[in-house]
């Protein structure tokens, strides 16, 4: 379809406009729709260029500062309004909010809307398989061999899983791998005839060849299914054991997804429209067969009092909107693109309002906005979603705003940002690679930056992290709110996150982002190790720990490098700009698993990109690289790159012309990053997407 519907003295792109008026208000009794949201547009289009001017100000001014540096850095900061006073203590007033974000900790998934695959099983990762994860991976130490299943390695699966109930659900005597006969009786669980648990109320319910336990708020169903394989290796014939997994996942409009014009945003609406219905579906090929996948049901039990009882099936759905800062061809306004935020904002919001609690309970809709600079974006934010209440007929403060603490102005003025959205707020979350990337852009002036490996050991890395939870703890989030850690981006690499993400808890994070329902699966182990909210409270105690001078620092390079050195930098980043980019621009994939230059997966998304082509860019700046050299390294690993991609049919090779869109767009990345607004990739990638399409 295509074309547009001028309505309200909006351009409707056709497809939107049908979407909208047959699928996402179909139901709803909002006859005024479009005047309203064109009035909105037309109200706040101006104060959000206005907050986009404000930005350029500023960056214009701390370039100058860096230039011709007089005083102190931070008093400057204070001069010009950039860091901002620190409220008097307050508490946020959020509620209405669901269990899953204000009072039990485990792992969170964002996946591409844009993927009803990937979508679908997101929601249901809300139950993972602790033997299959454990099993598929390489969690017990080495990657597992393709083939029928292998006894000795379900043994040590058993034996793992066994010394995890240990310690989240110890017996009164002995241990799990002793454990002969499960049996519910009454209120209590019997344990080969007569030991139960060392504590009772651990144990939850029952039904059909399970039983159900639970420690520090997440479930635990142990299976027992004889005609499994592994059963016959277990002495209580156990079958599996399934955790608790994903307890909420984002459904991710921004960095994921490569969604430039109508044709991709309403792909992306109406997946997410159809998850809040309920009746998102997708049919999948496995083993030669056919088969639809479906939003899982919940879990019904007999609970320990003897009455029926069910357990959510589905992890909390959130969305992430995009930043403030893009404008979209789907729809314009006296001739100009609106901007994508308002759209989103808008069309989300009346998409959830299709929920009927099977997602959210208590009538909540989540929304994560990302990429917002301070407290008067995060302020103009919450006038937004007033403005969308009022449209759409809510009671005020329906919406729940997550906010991305991954801008160093958010990062700063946390406090501050939080106040702005006291009645909203139910999520601050950290991002250390969109943070490094606009460490790295707000300081473009100040010098070389260290290399990109170094930078998660300089100093204002740990006080961000520290910061993060002090003021989310100080703000009253606790028991209230998420105080979220970000993502592990090695999907193949159980092991050692098994041994490193455990960090995340123990900073007193009750949730963190995981790239898989397995990872999930693993991830939730470290929840039943670690009691958050004990962390929390021993923290709140402690006090703050980040100093703003830390927070300050910037991490300039203090050394000379090698010719060599400097070559495997550049080519580092030169590959990962390349991977990513060259799918995104040829096939629309906005988030995906990239051989790295080691030729080791990891997952890269539009962060990932804009840490990258910074780090060139500011290279290239202080003339540790100069435009030739960066632009070798990039037809070197072009070459590479279509070496690791030589097994996909869709794909197009790079080299040897080194003249397609993708490659030309990754390599303005690098040469071009210094005057991206922000230095957010969006701009330059959306506009060679745009140009893909149309060839």
Known sequence: MSGFVEISGLKVAAELHEFVQNEALKGLDLPDFWHAFAALLRDLTPKNRALLAHRVTLQAQINAWHQAPEGDYADFLSDIGYLEPKPAPFGIETTNLDPEIASIAGPQLVVPITNARFALNAANARWGSLYDALYGTDALGEQPIKGPFDPARGARVIAWAKGFLDKAVPLAGGSWADVTALEPQGEMLLINGDTGLAD?????????????????????????????PVAALDRAGISDIILESALSSIMDFEDSVACVDAEDKVLAYRNWLGLMRGDLTHEMQKGGKSFVRRLAEDVAYTDASGQPAKLKGRALMLVRNVGHLMTT???????????????????????????TGANASQ???????????????????????????????LARHTVKIGIMDEERRTSVNLRACIKAAHNRVAFINTGFLDRTGDEIHTSMEAGAMVRKGEMAHTKWIAAYEDNNVDAGLECGLQGRAQIGKGMWAVPDNMEVMLIKKLAHPKAGANCAWVPSPTAATLHATHYHEIDVIAVQNRLKVAGPRAQMADLLTIPLATQNWSVDEIIAEIENNAQGILGYVVRWIDQGIGCSTVPDIHDIGLMEDRATCRISSQHLANWLHHGVVDKAEIRAAFERMAAVVDQQNAGDPLYTPMAPGFEGIAFTTALDLALKGAEQPSGYTEPLLHAGRLKRKLT
Request: with cysteine; proline share 5%; aromatic share 6%.
């Open 363 to 393: 009538g909540s809709i989540y929304v994560v906005k990302p990429k917002m600079h301070g407290p008067d974006e995060v302020a103009f934010t919450d006038d937004i979603f007033s403005r969308v209440e009022d449209v759409l007929g």
């Open 200 to 228: 009772p109320s651990q144990y939850v319910g029952f039904a059909e060849g399970r039983v159900i336990l639970r420690n520090n708020g997440l479930h635990i169903q142990i299976l027992q299914d004889a005609s499994a």
């Open 329 to 355: 061809p789907a729809i314009t306004l006296d001739g100009e693109e609106v901007f994508e935020g308002l759209m989103d904002a808008m069309l989300t919001v009346l998409c959830a309002m299709h929920d």
